[in-house]
T-cell receptor
Framework: GAVVSQHPSRVICKSGTSVKIECRSL??????MFWYRQFPKKSLMLMAT?????????EQGVEKDKFLINHASLTLSTLTVTSAHPEDSSFYIC???????????FGEGSRLTVL | GIQVEQSPPDLILQEGANSTLRCNFS?????LQWFHQNPWGQLINLFY???GTKQNGRLSATTVATERYSLLYISSSQTTDSGVYFC??????????FGAGTRLFVKA
């Protein structure tokens, strides 16, 4: 099956710093990737849709300037949490489809803790 | 947008028991997936099932698209089946929306 890899799996940072999370499709080209956020014991909330070579589409209520998404190649999308604060602490998961609106495959997730 | 509802929210089973998890969706869907989230947070693909029935070992799933629901069957449950089960769907665009999940605990 399609493999999506996410890095880092865990990150702890100080308040005010920026953190970058990478999402790679290892064995397929992903024209579209998605970023989700998950709070403890809650479901996954779609943050943004990332299209290769164009600006990401953010869901209502998600701050574009806080969560910078770049999709520079067909195998890599990055999420940068800028000027992180403790309320940004969460589990962030990326996903990609093979062939547009088809089956989703997920990365391992990244657990961010902001002190 | 599409609404995805799952039931039951929580389920406790004795090892060896069978169970059925349900997913209702508010609109016709282009795809429907079932996932198992393990204790480390990894989402494991179980089924991609916009319609029809599929089986994989002790798990099977059925989606009745015309009636807007999908069922996940777990037979002879094992402790390793514990975790959260999510269904997710989209209506043909690129946005896949998740249900709230069913939290399953299988007792030894």
């Amino acid at each position: 099956g399609a493999v999506v890899s996410q890095h880092p799996s865990r990150v702890i940072c100080k308040s005010g710093t920026s953190v970058k999370i990478e999402c790679r499709s290892l064995d397929f080209q992903a024209t579209t990737m998605f970023w989700y956020r998950q709070f403890p014991k809650k479901s996954l909330m779609l943050m943004a849709t990332s299209n290769e070579g164009s600006k990401a589409t953010y869901e209502q209520g998600v701050e574009k300037d806080k969560f910078l998404i770049n999709h520079a190649s067909l195998t890599l999308s990055t999420l940068t949490v800028t000027s992180a604060h403790p309320e940004d602490s969460s589990f962030y998961i990326c996903s990609a489809t093979v062939g547009g609106a088809g089956e989703l495959f997920f990365g391992e997730g990244s657990r961010l803790t902001v002190l | 947008g599409i609404q995805v509802e799952q039931s039951p929210p929580d389920l406790i089973l004795q090892e060896g028991a069978n169970s059925t998890l349900r997913c209702n969706f508010s609109d016709s869907v282009n795809n429907l997936q079932w996932f198992h989230q393990n204790p480390w947070g990894q989402l494991i693909n179980l089924f991609y099932i916009p319609s029809g029935t599929k089986q994989n070992g002790r798990l099977s799933a059925t989606t009745v698209a015309t009636e807007r629901y999908s069922l996940l069957y777990i037979s002879s449950s094992q402790t390793t089946d514990s975790g959260v089960y999510f269904c997710a769907s989209n209506t043909g665009g690129f946005k896949t929306i998740f249900g709230a999940g069913t939290r399953l605990f299988v007792k030894a």
